[in-house]
């Protein structure tokens, strides 16, 4: 028996055509089997495909579409679409069949995709994690064009009376405008007691300080960080309490620096 198998790339520039190999795809008798670069068994990382693909988030829109395509019975009606439209980013070309001597169960014809994987695609290691105190500083001081005269400020603290007693209540950075705006930033990769703690004490000082008299229409930007940890629910949860208090932004997001430009009312750097 013999499988159809496809060979997709990655052209960064069509004009030049120079292309790069990010995935097979292996289909039998209507079932199929999808190897991509960035896919593990618990789903997609985005990281591992940084400065292969230009955005990782196309990537894993576009291994849905394939798999969409090949649960539907459309997938060689949509390759066949695809080869009429030149000049793209994602390619899928027919390279021909592969034969197998079993039944051509699914455990089988994912066995050939792997190996076709790895002889022909391989997989980038994954980059050194950078912690989030260089990623939010990269972020805010390499990627964002400030006006004259104002700048983002580190480690800043304001003097309130709690309860009849004066506490210093510190945030990571700070950018006056027309508005105050106060951001800090938060690993939600710590264990569950630690992080609880963390994120309870975040809220505290938020609450605490947003009525002070020196603050011009006061917003919070907390800028988070997962590491190697996945989404949870507990995290979501996290997550929404905070969002009650502050705007949210992951700083591993491809969109990061335009939402923080954003809500700071500046532009991005041109190279950012």
Do not use: C
Request: net charge negative; charged share 30%.
């Amino acid at each position: 028996m013999a499988a159809n198998w496809y060979l997709v790339k990655y052209v960064p520039d069509p004009f030049r055509d120079e292309p790069k190999n990010i995935g097979v795809v292996v289909e039998n008798d209507g079932r199929g089997v999808v190897r991509f670069i960035g896919q593990h068994s618990g789903g997609f990382d985005g990281r591992r495909v940084r400065g292969v693909v230009r955005s990782p988030r196309t990537l894993r829109a576009w291994i849905e579409y394939v798999e969409y395509h090949l649960a539907s019975g459309t997938f060689k009606e949509q390759v066949q679409r695809l080869s009429s439209r030149p000049g793209q980013n994602y390619r899928i070309d027919f390279r021909g069949t592969v034969d197998f001597s079993g039944s051509g169960s699914e455990t089988e014809i994912k066995s050939i995709a792997d190996d076709l994987f790895t002889e022909l695609v391989g997989d980038p290691g994954s980059p050194a994690m950078q912690s989030i105190d260089e990623l939010a500083n990269d972020l805010l001081f390499h990627k964002l064009r400030f006006p004259d005269n104002r700048y983002i400020e580190k480690d800043v603290s304001y003097r309130v009376d709690l309860r009849g007693e004066p506490h210093e209540l510190g945030f990571d950075y700070r950018y006056e405008s027309d508005r105050t705006t106060l951001l800090d930033k938060i690993s939600l990769s710590a264990p569950e007691k630690s992080l609880r703690r963390t994120v309870h004490d975040l809220m505290f000082r938020i609450e605490h300080v947003r009525d002070y008299k020196e603050l011009r229409r006061p917003s919070f930007v907390t800028l988070y960080d997962l590491g190697k940890s996945r989404m949870s629910d507990q995290v979501e949860g996290h997550l929404r309490a905070i969002e009650r208090y502050s705007h949210t932004v992951d700083v591993r997001d491809e969109r990061a620096a335009e939402d923080v430009a954003d809500k700071l009312g500046v532009p991005l750097l041109q190279s950012a």
